[in-house]
Structures are given as structure tokens and as C-alpha cells.
């Protein structure tokens, strides 16, 4: 039988609107169901909400509606989220709902039965707004480490889980299975923490104290801790225990994808409870990293808190998932700023797919009546088969990144193709082809090729952005995606689907408009120069050969420049914005007269040109082939 792959999210807790950082999460997962569904793989995706629990309990009462009330409200505004970000689940569990209930409790029950909870006094620090209690030796400077607010004592029977007797066997396990926490920092650190002695868990609360829970089976003044609760949703809803068929076709789960701030629940807590209930370990927990705002905590007393519905509304679904994915390498903490969305919505999606995906319908209809023609590879083609090459190189490189849930190299490899693709259109200048009429065939080859280059580049691009790419498959004249068109038989047909000669392109809108943003005014006018002042500047066309990291710096990188029959050694603030593969080959403009100067103890004999302000965003280069050395006047 075959197993079913299985990615969860975190419940989200519906004590708040859901912000930047749940659409975070539950769009890594979206990418890789889809992925893996492309693959041929049978998927199971789960997302859901977490609705128990002093959090949402007291965000009830502070709005005076009863909880249950509460989360029936707030549910809505993570599913209608879900739903405009095109978030393709196949189930959602709330954990108010009867089905999650019972196996909590059934859960619970087992683990009294086999003595595995018990009863004891619970003495310690608690902490309020994490839910969290902590020993004394926890606690920093007698505040919660965690959120160093203020912590209350407390003293109270409760019910405790037997946690600290997995502890070694735990430890093994994460020893000896290096994929089991990724990546590998955040293994550390959980391997670290299981240095220390581990405690037992305390499982339960009283009524008293917190009534908005599922109540023990046991003991019915007591309801669950919150997070035994929670983390029991990734076997509820998959027919744990009352359908073992179905659910050992899910189980263990693939992926558990959640913020580094709840690795220590998932790979301590849940690993230890699943033990207790003879259970397979999940195979991934992958923790991501945080969104800053601006570069500051994200927080409703900062008015900081980014609000997706906003950004879907002024940039569209497809451009958010694909910048939360490329901008920042996952499991890393990225800074989310407007200026860095708009950069790359313009830079990537406008110019770079945008452009393609419109010149190469345009020029289809304007040159074959707006039909995808039959290529004729005669005599040579050696672009063609290049870019086919590269279309059948994309899988593996592709497929590692996604194992490595590296999902800004997966676009980045993607993109070049993107950028092969619109370099071949200027290389072949179809234009000037359609103008003689002895070059037809070429044109219509060209033409053909570049429709076939979109149509991959749609294939591979679809996980991320699955309505634009949807889009240029109808513009291509096809119904729709082949619904496993990177399963292993696809692959070995050599072909994305059917047959595109033929087909009636459907030009659309354009896909990405470009966002124009409003001018900045008197920023752009420093003080008046002379012709003279200006031919003082010896800038000329430079080629770069080698480039690589400044050691110890996140800016810069050490370029290796021929500046024409001379090489430099140039110190460039590019590595934000581009990596040192990006940038070999490119022509560039070289101030070549530039006093020598030394950056992170690094010497620099020139300077690069690029737009930008305090950030380079763009790259000055040529449209032309120049010769290295050429001067620029
Ligand atoms: N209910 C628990 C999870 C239970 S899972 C069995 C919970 N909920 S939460 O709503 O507070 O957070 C859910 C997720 O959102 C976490 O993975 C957390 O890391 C993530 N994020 C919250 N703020 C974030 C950012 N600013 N940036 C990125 N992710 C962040 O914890």
C-alpha cells in the first residue's frame, strides 16, 4: 500500500485575526502539498485552528461574547484567508469539534490507563499569556524566559504525564535521525535543551482556574492542558484509534512545518506523547523562522501587524505566496518591508515572467495568427536544444531544493529558465525574423520554443503560484495543468502534456502589472555638475569572472572584474540582492578611476553601478554585447 503524504500546519490559535506569520506557514505547506501532488503523490494536508485554552478564553471575555462564539467568528477569518490565498487543505480541524474531542479524551484515557499520567501538586511559575509554567531555575531574573513578563506562583493538584522518562530515548532518536529536526541550528537547540533534565509535563488545569477545555476523563473538575489538546489534532483527524486502516495509510506524518517559537512542543511534548502511545515519530519538524515588520517585532502594540487581506488586495495571492517564499530562505527570520515587496513583484514578476509570458503571446499573434506553430528543427538549433536541456535539467535540482525545503532556490532555479528564456527571445529577435519571409521557419520554431519554455516554466511555477500559472496555461490554448505532470511517467514521456502546435493562444490581461509607485520628489537632484567634472569619471564596460562572499559580511561580495586587457578586484554591497552565481558573466559598469579603498579589510579598485539607494535593487548592464574595456561616455 501506498503511503499517503502527509504536511501538516500549527492550529492557530483564534484568540487573534490571522497575520503575515500564520499565512507564512500554511503557504510553505500549500507549496509543497501542491508539489507533491504534481509528483503523483497521494497528499494529505491538515491546517486548522487551536480554540481552547486561556488565550482564547480570555480574548472572549475581554470582547464579552462566550469563547465558543468567539472562535465560531474568528474560524471564518482563517478559512476566508485559506481560501483567497488559494490554500488547497484537505481538511480542517477546529479543535471545538466533537470528532478532535473524543480522542483527546481517548488519548488521555490510555495514558491513565497504563499509569502513564498521575496525580500530583504542581508548584510553580506561571505564565499567563504563554500558558506556559516554569520551574524556578527556568525563570530569568524572576520573569518568564520566554516573554519575560511577570509570572504568578502557583500551588494546585493537577495531573502530570510521565514526560521525563522518554527523555534518553528521545535524545537517541534525534541523534540518529538527521532529518528528524531541520534544520540543523534548530536540532541543536533541541538537543541542547534535553542536556538539562527534563521535567514531567503537567497535563492538566483545574476548572477553577480555566473552564475552556476538554475535560479530563478522569476527573471532571479538570480540563486539558491546551497543547496536549492541540498537538493530539495531528492524529485526530486521520482516524486515530477508531480507524487504524486509514489512519497507518497517514501516519507518521511527513511534514509538521511550524515557527521556531513551538519546535520545543512539537519535538519534546508531542514526540514524548507519541512514544507513550507506541506511535511513530512524525519523519520532519521543520521550524521556520519569524517575520520582523520594518525590522521590529511584529505586535499589536507596535500597530505593526501586517494584515494579509491587505497585500492580497493590492498585490494579488500569487505575488504574496511568492514573496513570502523567495524573499527570505526558510528557516532563516526574514524582514518583511513594502519596498522589498514591490522590488521583487516588479523586478521578478513584472519584468522577468510578466515580460515573457506577453512578448511570447504577442508575438504569436502578430506573427502566426495566434496559433502555437510546428517547430522545424533543420539544420541548426543549437538555442533549442539548450533551452530544452535546461527544461529537462529542472527537475533534480528542483527536487532537491524542495527536499531540503529550500523553497527561494527552487524559484531561483526556475528563474533560469525565466531569464534563458527571454535572453533566447532577444538573442533570436523574432521581430526581425517575421520580416523575411526565407526565415519562417526559424520564426516558427523560435515561437514554438518559447511557448514550450512557458509552459515548464508554468509546470514548475504552479505549487507557488497556482492562479497566474493556471492563466498561462489557458493563454496557451490548454485546459489545465496535468494534474501529475512531474510524476515519473510524465517526466519519462519528455513532455509537459499535450501537444502545443496548433493551439489558439488566449492573450489575457497582463499577469503581473507593473506596480508604479508614487515618485519620491526632491530626492533625485544632487547639485549641478560640469561636462568637465563628468569626463573625469573613466567608467567603462567591465566583465565579471569570479565573485564570491566578503567572509563575516551580509552586504558584500569580492568581484573579480576584467576591465578590458585588466583585472580588478572590486568590493560590491550586492549580497542582499544577489548571490555570487548570479552575477558571473554579467557585463557592468565599472568606475575604473576610483581611489582604492579597503572594505572589511578587503581592498576595492573600483566601484559598480546599480540602482538603488541605500539597498541596490537593480543592476546596471547592456542590452548589447560589449566588449570588456569599451569606455562609457
Ligand atoms: N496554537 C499554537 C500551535 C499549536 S500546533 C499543535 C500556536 N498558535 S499561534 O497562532 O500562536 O502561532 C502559530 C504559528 O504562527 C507558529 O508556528 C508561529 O511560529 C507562527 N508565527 C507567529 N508569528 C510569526 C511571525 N511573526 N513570523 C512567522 N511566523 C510566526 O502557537
Redo the contacts with the bound molecule.
Keep these: 500500500m501506498k503511503k499517503t503524504f502527509y504536511i501538516t500546519t ?4 483564534v484568540n487573534d485575526v490571522p ?4 499565512a ?2 500554511t503557504v510553505a505547506a500549500d507549496v509543497l502539498a501542491r508539489y507533491k501532488r504534481l509528483q503523483g503523490y497521494e497528499v494529505f494536508f491538515l491546517t486548522g485552528t ?1 480554540e481552547h485554552g486561556q488565550k482564547v478564553q480570555q480574548a472572549a471575555s475581554e470582547r464579552g461574547v462566550p469563547p465558543q462564539q468567539h472562535a465560531d467568528e474568528l474560524v471564518v477569518r482563517f478559512q476566508d484567508l485559506w481560501k483567497r490565498l488559494d490554500i488547497s487543505n484537505d481538511d480542517f480541524i477546529r479543535t471545538t469539534e466533537h470528532r478532535h474531542k473524543l480522542v483527546v479524551q481517548a488519548v488521555l484515557q490510555y495514558l491513565w490507563d497504563k499509569k502513564l499520567i498521575y496525580e500530583g501538586m504542581y508548584q510553580g511559575w506561571y505564565c499567563l499569556p504563554d500558558e506556559r509554567f516554569w520551574t524556578e531555575e527556568e525563570l530569568k531574573e524572576g520573569k518568564c524566559p520566554e516573554c519575560s513578563r511577570s509570572v504568578d506562583r502557583i500551588s494546585e493538584k493537577n495531573y502530570f504525564f510521565k514526560m521525563s522518562q522518554y527523555q534518553d530515548k528521545l535524545r537517541w532518536h534525534i541523534k540518529n535521525n538527521q532529518a528528524f529536526i531541520l534544520p540543523e541550528t534548530r536540532r541543536n537547540e533541541v538537543l541542547g535543551f534535553l542536556d538539562r533534565q527534563l521535567g514531567d509535563l503537567c497535563i492538566s488545569r483545574p476548572k477553577a482556574r480555566l473552564s475552556w477545555g476538554i475535560s479530563l476523563p478522569f476527573d471532571p473538575d479538570y480540563v486539558t492542558y491546551v ?1 496536549v489538546d ?2 493530539v ?2 492524529i485526530s483527524v486521520i482516524g486515530y484509534p477508531a480507524d487504524l486502516d486509514r489512519f497507518n495509510e497517514i501516519w507518521p506524518a511527513d511534514y509538521h512545518l ?5 519546535l520545543t ?2 519535538a519534546v511534548y508531542w514526540s514524548a506523547l507519541l512514544m507513550a502511545l507506541e506511535l511513530k515519530l512524525p519523519k520532519t519538524l521543520f521550524a ?5 515588520v520594518e525590522s521590529e517585532k ?1 505586535s499589536k502594540s507596535r500597530r505593526n501587524v501586517v494584515d494579509p487581506n491587505a497585500i492580497i488586495d493590492e498585490f494579488g495571492a500569487d505575488a504574496f505566496r511568492y514573496f513570502l517564499l523567495r524573499e527570505v530562505p526558510f528557516g532563516q527570520d526574514g524582514n518583511f518591508t513594502r519596498d522589498a515587496l514591490i522590488r521583487r513583484y516588479n523586478s521578478d514578476l513584472a519584468n522577468d515572467l510578466g515580460n515573457l509570458v506577453s512578448r511570447t503571446l504577442t508575438m504569436i499573434e502578430q506573427f502566426t495568427e495566434g496559433i502555437i506553430p510546428q517547430p522545424s528543427f533543420e539544420g541548426s538549433h543549437d538555442q533549442e536544444r539548450e533551452i530544452m536541456d535546461i527544461v529537462r535539467g529542472l527537475y533534480e535540482p528542483v527536487e532537491d531544493a524542495f527536499n531540503r525545503l529550500e523553497f527561494h532556490h527552487v524559484l531561483s532555479t526556475i528563474w533560469k529558465l525565466v531569464d534563458r528564456a527571454n535572453r533566447y527571445i532577444e538573442e533570436m529577435a523574432p521581430w526581425d525574423l517575421a520580416k523575411k519571409q526565407r526565415e519562417r521557419k526559424k520564426l516558427e520554431t523560435v515561437l514554438y520554443t518559447a511557448a514550450e519554455a512557458l509552459r515548464f516554466i508554468a509546470i514548475y511555477l504552479s505549487p507557488f503560484m497556482p492562479n497566474a500559472t493556471e492563466r498561462i496555461i489557458h493563454a496557451l490554448g490548454l485546459d489545465q495543468l496535468p494534474t501529475n505532470a512531474l510524476s515519473l511517467r510524465v517526466r519519462e514521456s519528455g513532455l509537459g502534456g499535450a501537444p502545443l502546435p496548433g493551439r489558439r493562444i488566449q492573450k489575457g490581461p497582463a499577469l503581473f502589472p507593473r506596480f508604479e509607485k508614487p515618485r519620491k520628489t526632491g530626492t533625485l537632484s544632487p547639485s549641478q555638475i560640469t561636462i568637465d567634472e563628468f569626463t573625469k569619471l573613466d567608467l567603462r564596460v567591465g566583465q565579471i569572472l569570479a565573485a564570491e562572499k566578503v567572509a563575516g559580511s551580509e552586504k558584500l561580495l569580492k568581484l573579480n572584474v576584467d576591465i578590458g586587457g585588466e583585472q580588478r578586484q572590486i568590493v560590491a554591497g550586492m549580497a542582499k540582492r544577489y548571490s555570487p552565481e548570479d552575477l558571473i558573466h554579467k557585463k557592468v559598469i565599472v568606475l575604473a578611476n576610483l581611489k582604492p579603498v579597503r572594505l572589511m579589510g578587503v581592498e576595492s579598485q573600483g566601484m559598480i553601478l546599480a540602482a538603488g539607494d541605500k539597498e541596490v535593487t537593480a543592476l546596471a548592464t547592456f542590452l548589447e554585447d560589449v566588449e570588456p574595456g569599451t569606455p562609457i561616455k
Excluded at 511550524?258 to 513551538?262: E, N, P, S, Y
Excluded at 521556520?288 to 520582523?292: A, K, L, N, T, V
Design positions: 500549527p492550529i492557530y490559535y497575520h503575515i506569520g500564520h507564512y506557514t487551536d497543547w492541540a498537538l489534532n495531528y511550524v515557527g521556531k517559537d513551538i512542543t512539537h521556520h523562522g519569524w517575520w520582523m511584529m
